[in-house]
């Protein structure tokens, strides 16, 4: 682009150069981020650091590409990729004045401008991930520890990080306490906000295209662009703002709505949690291990704190511990452990030799652990003191149950649909779909075992003891077998 210039009387023209930083993606083709845009230049210098690059080495999906061979992307790439759906948004957005002034206008006391927080707070949503994503965190029970990454190693890794504070005196200082307030940790959550994390965000619509991509599955092919070209900022009848999407977009929503859902069971695939179920077990073994004094062929310090003390787990010790960080200690572990169970749990997991299952659903049983069916229990705790095996390590349950479509709760602000009359409403008023928390019918009772020995020793006693809905072991292997 050039724009004339007048110099000792005559015109002349100066070129305005552009600097562009690309990324080409499966999702959402050529992404492009402009380096004269202050707040994309400060998003590309988050992207460089250390603490960001390291999503590259973090699977998005955890252990999925267990099942989905192709499930392999990151949170690296995810996370530019809801940048990209922000930069949308605010790109529609600025096309209304009255809006393009309240995301120019400062955030509370700071000199931020408000499209600037939403655009690092999508960036930096996932910073503070664990290795393998949420499965480390279910694994390890680390909300229990209130060790989460949205609650815990978000703001330690903001407002600590060495490089990202070298950053922040660059640019603001304010910036990182301003994106931990926006998102409602330490002040009330800004109406904003709602497009980074809410029921329908950038966060959500990024991820259902992205993993139903990489998973080889249909349920994703949502209509992100009608979504986001059809919000605006609007208030509610007692003046709160808020963000709306207008009548017309319902259809997009509850296509949207369903989308998730489904995805949500996705992520109950039996062999999905088999692996978990193997993971949890070698984690065991090897937290076991170190506490009884053995030489595990692997220390891995960092994962041990963070397993038995994380509070006090550091910053930088915690950035060192990635997927990469991960598997190297379960490939020591089977090549040097001097506990031989531990050793061949771990070489289970490098061998994709996943623990075999029994959905107690299937038999009509409704209660809350195997125990309750002593019988069955005692039975296979017995095949297990015959072979010396250890039932604690050697043996997982575990009830999962899809999330329902639709959740607003007290914390949880509803999907507001404006009407067109001058009334916003909670989405339930206006569609057609019933949203209201799906039933039970989704609900598996997943008992792990060993081997197919022990698989056909728990068929056995179930048959016995339940037989009105017993499973045939013939049927049992072919579901353990049914994927790659």
């Known amino acids: 682009m050039t724009e004339p210039k007048s110099h000792k009387g005559q015109e002349k023209s100066e070129t305005v150069h552009y600097r562009r930083t690309s990324m080409a993606d499966p999702i959402h083709g050529l992404i492009q981020f402009d380096r004269n845009d202050v707040s994309q230049n400060l998003l590309l210098t988050i992207t460089n650091s250390r603490a960001f690059q390291r999503l590259r080495r973090i699977r998005q999906m955890g252990l999925a590409e267990f099942v989905f061979p192709g499930a392999t992307h990151s949170r690296f790439v995810h996370s530019l990729g809801s940048a990209c759906l922000m930069m949308q948004t605010l790109e529609h957005f600025n096309r209304f004045p009255q809006v393009k002034a309240l995301l120019d206008s400062p955030y509370g006391n700071t000199k931020i401008p408000l499209s600037r927080l939403l655009l690092i707070a999508i ?3 996932d910073i503070g991930h664990t290795p393998l994503s949420h499965t480390l965190e279910d694994v390890l029970d680390l909300e229990k520890e209130g060790l989460l990454h949205d609650k815990h190693w978000n703001r330690k890794i903001l407002t600590e990080d060495p490089e990202l504070q070298k950053i922040w005196r660059r640019f603001d200082p304010d910036l990182p306490e301003a994106i931990l307030n926006f998102m409602g940790d330490g002040a009330p959550k800004h109406f904003l906000a709602q497009l980074v994390s809410s029921q329908l965000d950038m966060d959500r619509l990024d991820y259902l295209q992205r993993d139903s991509h990489f998973l080889g599955v249909q349920y994703g092919r949502i209509e992100a662009d009608r979504i986001i070209t059809s919000m605006e900022i609007t208030k509610l009848a007692n003046g709160r703002d808020v963000v709306a999407v207008r009548e017309e977009a319902v259809p997009a929503i509850e296509h949207y709505l369903f989308g998730r859902h489904q995805a949500y069971k996705m992520a109950l695939h039996s062999l999905d949690k088999a692996s978990e179920a193997l993971l949890k077990k070698v984690l065991q073994r090897f937290r076991w291990v170190r506490e009884q004094g053995i030489e595990s062929g692997e220390p891995a310090e960092e994962l041990f704190q963070l397993m038995t003390n994380g509070q006090a787990l550091s910053t930088q010790d915690y950035l060192r511990m990635d997927d990469c ?3 190297e200690s379960i490939n020591k572990w089977a090549l040097y452990s001097q506990d031989k169970l531990l050793m061949d749990l771990a070489k289970r997991m490098l061998h994709h030799n996943l623990l075999k299952f029994v959905d107690l659903s299937k038999y009509g049983f409704e209660g809350h652990s195997l125990a309750e069916l002593p019988e069955v229990y005692n039975a296979l705790k017995a095949h297990y003191a015959k072979r010396g095996l250890a039932f604690d390590f050697c043996f997982e349950e575990t009830i999962v149950q899809a999330k ?11 999907i507001w649909v404006s ?6 409403v909670d989405l ?10 799906m039933p ?10 060993w081997d197919r020995d022990a698989l056909n020793v728990l068929s056995e ?7 009105a809905r017993a499973i045939a072991p013939e049927e049992l292997a072919e579901e353990n077998d049914l994927w790659l």
């Open 404 to 414: 329902p479509m639709y959740q607003p709760t007290s914390a949880r602000e509803p």
């Open 428 to 437: 339930r008023e206006v569609s057609s779909f019933s949203l209201s928390v």
């Open 461 to 467: 006693a179930l048959e016995k003891h339940l037989p």
């Open 419 to 424: 009407t067109g009359r001058g009334r916003v």
């Open 440 to 449: 039970n019918a989704n609900q598996k009772h997943l008992v792990f075992v």
């Open 123 to 125: 960036l930096v949503h």
């Open 325 to 327: 960080y991960l598997w």
